[in-house]
């Protein structure tokens, strides 16, 4: 143990004497130097062993399952209670088949988090990889760890809660000090500022360590050195308006192919993917994926092909002349494209009770529920919504949060949310699903301190305590495309054989994914008719890759 207190643990129970022993070996030697390495044939001597070395948070439980350890899953949920952060994981022998079953099941119900073959050989790679992201996840759930950006402001405040959401999606090391405690104090004190405009960002990794006191989302852009110019005079052959899965998609295939990509993104990397804490639907993921981490992986692959990203400029208007598309951008200026791809997602439709709105980043949340998790320990929780992604938000917060309320206008989730999350849902005992229920008013003055919820069978309604968030519908971003492109009546972008010929102007049909201007086309939850999923977005953004390429191909020929 050190005077910074004893190091995070690693703990192994199998009754497998070999299994334990090549565990252990693996362990110290790999991870010796960071971690405690715990191991035992029960859970009891474990939990004696963590007692007598001081208790350190625990960062892995590697819990046996097979012939030794028939009861592996119910010692997996022994240790794990009363850890939040701790991932664990079913520890199999190779080639025991009979635990597939039993395994994919608890993963399905949230009853562990993934599962891991044990080593057969001294250094196997494939062992130290899984490992190595086990602990990587549970670094990001405990937070804490190397700070890039450090924002101290008041813990309820709107715009610091907007950017502790911002920064979170956009996978920048974050720490967040309220300015009204004595660490936050501190900090201010040793910045030299004593009446700051809050909050304050301080970005540590500059050689300056620069200090912006209430900052716009464009000065923070500015000073990461985001900001830099486009050349007025550049032609892009395709510029796509959003980062979402279905913008990210587009720019991966645009910029593999040799097209010249621009990508504008006004907010965060992701979309309302990115706020998802755990899509375990999407193909390649058994074990799931965060939304962020699977964005942010979209977005390094589309920049390593030669994309250009443009941060924080949001698109104001789109003009087509000559053969060309010129996207007005928020900050004034405009660009030029052959072709342009709409992937402006969507949002969370507002509540509209107005007492609720004022309250927005003080106990009333859009979204938000990954950066905001940490702060519902020991509180009441609702989450108004029945997507997945209300699910994957409610399955989130019950690691923190004393008790979680799930809350539909609907009888159940069953047209609205997938299986898997609602067996989860389900499962946990701190979660409760109430159907026919809406939110109609709330009350607090620094913080919400209850929500009025109404019963849509019988009218009455009742108060409770808690903290609100919403995940509901979903409203397009497309008001700047007013006049411009043919739209639905909910603002969605209509697109190919939903064109009539009154609005589509050319003899030839439109592509699948184009809007009723030729050349401009739509993909991802923007485009009315589109499939809310997060893998079908991606696939719309790779397909409209090779509508953009007969374009592009007409044009050519058309010289």
Not at 455 to 472: A, H
Request: aromatic share 6%; proline share 5%; glycine share 12%.
């Amino acid at each position: 143990m050190t005077a910074a207190g004893p190091s995070a643990a690693l703990v192994v129970v199998t009754r497998d004497d070999e299994v334990r022993a090549r565990m252990c070996t693996e362990l110290d030697r790999r991870y010796g130097r960071d971690f405690t390495v715990v191991a035992s044939a029960d859970p009891g001597t474990a939990a004696a062993e963590l007692a007598a070395r001081g208790e350190p948070p625990v960062a892995v439980v590697f819990g046996g399952l097979g012939a030794a350890d028939p009861d592996g899953l119910e010692v997996l949920r022994e240790l794990h209670a009363g850890r939040a952060s701790t991932v664990t994981v079913a520890l199999v022998r190779w080639g025991a088949w009979d635990t597939a079953r039993p395994i994919f099941e608890a993963l399905t119900l949230g009853q562990i988090d993934r599962w891991l073959t044990a080593p057969e050989e001294a250094g196997d790679p494939e062992f130290h990889r899984s490992v190595t992201e086990f602990v990587e996840e549970w670094s990001t759930r405990r937070g804490g760890g190397f700070e890039a950006v450090r924002v101290i402001g008041e813990q309820w405040s709107e715009r610091a809660q907007g950017l502790r959401d911002t920064l979170t999606r956009n996978r920048i090391p974050l720490g967040f000090y309220d300015s009204g405690s004595a660490e936050g104090r501190a900090l201010l004190e040793g910045l030299g500022l004593h009446e700051p405009r809050l909050p304050v960002v301080v970005l540590r990794f500059k050689p300056d360590r620069t200090v912006l006191e209430d900052p716009s989302d464009l000065d923070i852009a500015e000073a990461f050195g985001l900001l830099t110019p486009l050349d007025p005079e550049a032609v892009y052959d395709v510029v796509v308006v959003g980062a979402g899965p279905a913008g990210l998609g587009a720019s991966v295939y645009a910029a593999s192919e040799g097209l010249s990509t621009l990508v504008l993104e006004p907010e965060a990397i992701g979309g309302q993917a990115g706020t998802s804490s755990l899509i375990r639907n999407y193909a390649g993921f058994p074990m799931g994926v965060s939304g962020n981490r699977l964005a942010f992986s979209a977005y390094q692959q589309a920049w390593s092909f030669g994309s250009t990203f443009h941060f924080m400029r949001g698109a104001g208007g789109l003009r087509s002349d000559g053969g060309l598309h010129h996207v007005d951008l928020s900050d004034g200026t405009s660009v030029a494209a052959r072709t342009v791809v709409l992937a402006t997602g969507a949002s969370w439709r507002r509540l509209g009770v107005p007492e609720l709105e004022a309250l927005v980043g003080r106990g009333v949340f859009y979204g938000a529920a990954v950066s905001e998790a940490p702060a519902m320990r020991g509180r009441s929780v609702f989450v108004v919504g029945g997507g997945n992604s209300a699910g994957q938000a409610a399955v989130h917060l019950s690691r923190y949060a004393e008790r979680v309320t799930v809350l539909v206008r609907r009888a159940d989730l069953a047209e609205t949310m997938s299986d898997y999350l609602i067996r989860e849902l389900e499962a946990l005992p701190n979660v409760e699903v109430r159907g026919r229920v809406q939110v109609v008013g709330g009350s607090g003055s620094a913080f919400l301190e209850s929500i009025v919820l109404r019963d849509l069978d019988t009218g009455e309604e009742t108060s409770e305590p808690g903290v609100l968030f919403l995940l509901i519908g979903s409203e397009p971003h497309t008001g700047w495309l007013e006049g411009t492109v043919v739209r639905d009546r909910w603002g969605f972008v209509v697109t190919g054989p939903a064109l009539d010929g009154e609005t589509w102007p050319l003899d030839r049909p439109p592509a699948l994914l184009e809007t009723s201007v030729p050349g401009v086309f739509a993909a991802g939850d923007v485009r009315a008719g589109s499939v809310k999923r997060c893998a079908s977005a991606v696939g719309e953004g790779a397909l409209v890759v090779t509508q953009v390429h007969a374009h592009l191909a007409r044009a050519r020929a058309s010289r």
